[in-house]
């Protein structure tokens, strides 16, 4: 399985979007509740999120994009920086990769 590396970043101002803000979390809790999500958050910069996903198939990152609702309502640019196909791993995520 692949493992993702995908940025939003925010072309308008988060105050301009404030209300897409549940809607965000809500498709994002689905994805950590099927298991394809470990991780994301905000960039230190605060201009976007990272996010890290596995997932089956390139196609299915791109419907993922697709979908996301930030994507949707065109207030943040969603790109997959890389995906990779992890061979050593710390022994506390054993259950993910």
Same mark, same amino acid.
């Given at each position: 399985?692949?493992?993702? /590396?995908?940025?939003?970043?925010? &072309?308008?101002?988060?105050? %301009?979007?404030? +209300?897409? &803000?549940?809607?965000?979390?809500? $498709?994002?809790?689905?994805?950590? @509740? =099927?298991? #394809?999500?470990?991780?994301? *958050?905000?960039?230190? !910069?605060? @201009?976007? +999120? #990272?996010?890290? /996903?596995?997932?089956?198939?390139? %196609?299915?990152?791109? %419907?993922?994009?697709? @979908? =996301?609702? $930030?994507?949707?309502? *065109?207030?943040?640019? &969603?790109?997959?920086?890389?995906?990779?196909?992890?061979?050593?791993?710390? !022994?506390? /995520?054993?259950?993910?990769?």
């Amino acid at each position: 399985m692949k493992h993702y /590396i995908v940025e939003s970043r925010f &072309v308008r101002p988060i105050t %301009e979007f404030r +209300e897409a &803000v549940p809607e965000h979390r809500t $498709y994002l809790q689905r994805r950590y @509740d =099927e298991g #394809v999500m470990l991780f994301s *958050g905000p960039k230190a !910069s605060r @201009d976007g +999120e #990272v996010l890290v /996903i596995r997932a089956e198939s390139d %196609e299915w990152i791109k %419907e993922f994009i697709k @979908d =996301e609702p $930030y994507h949707k309502l *065109g207030v943040a640019g &969603v790109h997959v920086h890389l995906a990779l196909l992890p061979t050593m791993k710390n !022994s506390m /995520i054993d259950h993910w990769v």
